[in-house]
């Protein structure tokens, strides 16, 4: 699944005068702070700034940092326990319709590191872990060549997934229940995972819908106008898509993260000077925006990838050279402080994700490298345990 959400895509979950001809809502997207013109001034000015605000600064410190080779986390299931697979299994599985390598699924437990491998289940290279149910009991599987499955974390058992079209755009509404677009004719379904589906209305398949999120009472959709150009337009709607409602037109990508609508918004400067090389971090501003996708502020004065946010702080991911590096920021002061920070580049695999448990006392980040030698990629996930 691809969505600039993994879904790892995510699911993923970013505007100024880089949004056109936006709907009724007479959103803003300018304002007036002035912005730092490198990384080491926005270091300075937020150190600056928080100087100078009363109260307590509210920043994460690192307590551990814990590395799994061969695994790549997926999903916290619960403040102990991550889902996730491990490296292509060398040699490869033999029969007549095994293609790319398998990758077993396995769960990993932070308290004794122990590595728990699925048996008879195994990932081919190009499937992937979709979302999972806000219980975190059931995991939509995609596969390109098989189609897809629901995994029960629980039970450890997978049932096939007998939607009436395959899909890529979906989102969970309850924890039995989620809605789906069809990849090929538009048409909305509502899916239960006891095995039924149910048609619920005909979009117009001419649009282009990249991701789907919901928030509250409302279900996001965005639709990709032009890809050079990073161009989409966001609506919403309802459970029942009786109406869809137009928002507005931006440039840049959009994710839901903590409940935080999150957009890397490409700047005027860059779309304008944009060649086939694409856009670099400091070409975008990342800023949170409210449900009717107006700003409510700037986070970082550079695109990141954001991790976690609360009202006190917010965790970010930034690509320095050939380096992940993650932040803590006290949102608040703006005082930023580096975490961690690896050689190894974040991977760009659809299934490649991040995420932070329940109790925001964990976090794990994946690294991928390519192993030609052996055919297949390379997985180190790394835990950090918060004080």
Request: proline share 3%; glycine share 4%.
């Amino acid at each position: 699944m691809k969505k600039h959400l993994t879904i790892y895509a995510i699911l993923t979950l970013l505007i100024t005068s880089s949004l056109y001809g936006c709907s009724s809502n007479n959103v803003d997207y300018n304002t007036n702070e002035p912005k730092p013109s490198s990384s080491m001034e926005a270091t300075l000015t937020a150190e600056t700034q928080a100087s100078n605000q009363p109260g307590e600064v509210s920043l994460l410190q690192v307590d551990r940092i814990d590395k799994i080779e061969n695994f790549n986390a997926c999903f916290w299931i619960s403040d102990d326990k991550i889902l996730g697979f491990g490296n292509s299994l060398i040699p490869r599985p033999t029969g007549p319709n095994i293609t790319y390598p398998d990758r077993p699924v396995q769960f990993y437990s932070t308290s004794d590191k122990s590595l728990e491998s699925i048996d008879d289940f195994e990932l081919g290279r190009f499937s992937s872990m979709g979302l999972i149910s806000p219980d975190k009991k059931n995991v939509v599987l995609q596969d390109k060549m098989s189609g897809e499955a629901i995994f029960n974390t629980e039970s450890k058992k997978t049932l096939p997934l007998n939607s009436s079209e395959g899909f890529f755009e979906y989102v969970w509404i309850n924890n039995n229940e989620f809605i789906y677009l069809s990849k090929d004719t538009g048409v909305v379904y509502k899916y239960n995972i006891a095995g039924t589906d149910s048609k619920i209305c005909n979009l117009d398949k001419t649009k282009s819908f990249e991701s789907i999120f919901m928030l509250d009472d409302r279900i996001y959709l965005i639709e990709t106008l032009n890809y050079d150009k990073e161009l989409s337009v966001a609506y919403y709607t309802d459970s029942s898509f009786s109406e869809l409602h137009k928002l507005c037109e931006f440039n840049g990508q959009v994710s839901l993260v903590e409940n935080e609508i999150i957009l890397k918004k490409l700047n005027s400067s860059a779309k304008a000077a944009s060649d086939s090389e694409g856009y670099s971090n400091s070409d975008y501003t990342t800023v949170r925006l409210d449900n009717n996708f107006n700003v409510k502020d700037t986070l970082v004065d550079e695109g990141v990838s954001v991790v976690d946010i609360n009202d006190k702080n917010v965790l970010y991911i930034s690509k320095l050279e050939n380096k992940a590096v993650l932040y803590t920021m006290d949102l608040a002061s703006k005082k930023t402080v580096e975490l961690y920070s690896s050689d190894m580049q974040l991977g760009s695999y659809d299934n490649h994700k991040f995420g932070i448990s329940d109790n925001q006392k964990k976090l794990f980040l994946n690294f991928v490298n390519d192993d030609e030698s052996l055919d297949r990629d390379h997985y180190k996930t790394v835990i950090i345990n918060f004080k």
